[in-house]
């Protein structure tokens, strides 16, 4: 949530500095997206660049660092904002692409991972209540019990030597 607000902060910013030419223009284009209690924190600052200080102290984050170098240097050289920030532009807009990115695969992931449970417990009800007359149906068939207990016994008494395992020599061999 935070990270969306900075980059899209940011992205706000710089058009409207860029339009406007004024910081204290420029911040209250971007006031409709802060929240009321931070905007109230923020009123408490009489100056533009120290409502920008305390929210880079706030929203502790790498590309707000750099939007911050990027709006000091304009104050102090002038020129063209989006020159100096289309870096920054594109790389707050290729983050958000990959938050994007991630929440929707986080969301087909949560889906199928739900999909899947409930398939799961749909087969077991089924086989729960299907398979009670199954088994009943079994139990009293002579011929089941009869192969059942030949497999049992087979398997049983089947000697090791014919479940060995085939020696190398033995497939060299052949």
């Known amino acids: 949530m935070d990270t969306n607000f900075i980059l899209y ?3 706000k910013f710089i058009i ?3 339009i406007n030419g004024s910081l204290l223009d420029s ?5 409709e997206i802060i929240n ?3 905007y109230l924190q923020l009123k408490a600052f009489d100056e533009v660049e120290n409502r920008l200080e305390y929210l880079k102290k ?10 911050s170098g990027v709006v000091n240097e304009y104050l102090d050289k002038g020129g063209d904002i989006l020159s100096y920030s289309s870096t920054l532009l594109a790389e707050a807009r290729r983050s958000q692409s990959n938050i994007n990115k991630l ?6 992931h949560l889906f199928s991972f739900m999909i899947m449970w409930s398939f799961s417990f749909l087969i077991l009800i089924v086989a729960r209540i299907s398979l009670i007359d199954f088994y009943h149906n079994f139990l009293s068939s002579e011929f089941f019990i009869i192969t059942v207990s030949a497999g049992f016994l087979f398997f049983i008494g089947t000697p090791p030597f014919l479940f060995r ?10």
């Open 9 to 11: 902060f940011i992205n």
């Open 16 to 18: 409207s500095l860029s």
């Open 27 to 31: 911040f209250n284009a971007c006031k």
């Open 36 to 38: 009321d209690k931070l």
């Open 58 to 67: 706030h929203y502790n984050y790498k590309i707000y660092e750099i939007f």
């Open 103 to 108: 929440f929707d695969n986080s969301i087909k």
């Open 165 to 174: 395992p085939l020696r190398w020599s033995e497939i060299r061999a052949e």
